[in-house]
């Protein structure tokens, strides 16, 4: 079955609602990606991508996925909901299946996907996803040959919201705003301009040109699609009513922000490189 770029990238994200040990229940978006890939066969380590603050404080994950037939192709309405709760014996937990990065600093942690895998399969299911790997991942020459100001597509579920007949993710659209090669306030971060709601939480950020670009120096490139995995979703600026602006996590719980706090539409993004660093806890 031939999909478009965009098509594909609807079968690379997974909505993540977890529960606390309160009860509480919160959303956010992972994606899914490939480790250790082997060359020869391609075989590699599944996992999922989001935020430490996505899953910081779960007890249990629910996710649905999508379903395969037997040509391997998706059923779009025909899904599967696995919840860790119905997965995990009673030495195991939720918090088994994720590696949180080292630094403190960097918002970022893996889930294992290939649990849900085989447990589904144990159901007599077959999970249909396309994980992105590090091909995806720009360099830094080509980061360099970007404009200041790049369309950014974000795929994720913004205040949980997605279509939950055919199981897909929702499509925004943004600018950079914050050239994707500096590191923004001396960190591997840049910033877009994009609306970034609760539930969008470790919602992966592309540069997609399908039929040609421009590039920094204003020359045309057209009939070759430039595809690049840009970063991740996780905090971003906020007014106080002192008038101080303060960099927040993107809230994964679906009540409002205090009165004392206003989101004015920017995120931060951890760029695409660090992920590469995630690797290193398999």
Not at 74 to 80: I, R, S
Not at 157 to 168: F, H, L, S, V
Not at 235 to 251: N, R
């Amino acid at each position: 079955m031939k999909m478009s770029i965009a098509e594909q990238l609807q079968y690379s994200t997974v909505r993540i609602e977890s529960s606390n040990a309160n009860g509480g229940i919160s959303t956010g978006t992972g994606y899914f990606f490939i480790f250790k890939e082997n060359p020869t066969n391609g075989y590699g380590v599944p996992v999922i991508v989001t935020n430490k603050h996505v899953i910081d404080g779960a007890v249990h994950g629910k996710f649905t996925f999508t379903l395969m037939d037997e040509e391997n192709n998706p059923l779009d309405t025909e899904h599967v909901i696995l919840n860790t709760q119905d997965m995990l014996t009673s030495s195991n937990t939720f918090q088994d299946l994720i590696k949180r990065h080292p630094d403190p600093s960097v918002d970022l942690c893996i889930i294992f996907l290939q649990p849900f895998l085989d447990f589904a399969i144990m159901q007599g299911n077959t999970i249909f996803f396309i994980p992105l790997d590090k091909s995806l991942i720009p360099s830094d020459e080509q980061l360099k040959e970007l404009s200041p100001l790049e369309d950014i597509i974000m795929v994720g579920y913004p205040n949980g919201i997605w279509d939950t007949r055919n199981n897909k993710p929702i499509f925004r659209k943004g600018v950079t705003a914050t050239h994707p090669y500096l590191d923004y306030d001396g960190k591997k971060e840049f910033m877009i301009d994009a609306a970034c709601f609760p539930g969008s939480s470790g919602s992966p950020v592309f540069l997609l040109n399908e039929n040609g670009y421009r590039d920094k120096n204003g020359n045309v490139t057209l009939g070759i699609t430039r595809f690049y995995l840009l970063g991740t979703l996780y905090a971003g600026p906020q007014h106080t009513v002192q008038g101080e602006i303060v960099i927040a996590t993107i809230p994964t719980s679906q009540t409002p922000l205090p009165i004392s706090r206003i989101p004015n539409n920017l995120g931060l993004i951890i760029k695409s490189s660090r992920i590469t660093e995630l690797e290193e806890l398999i």
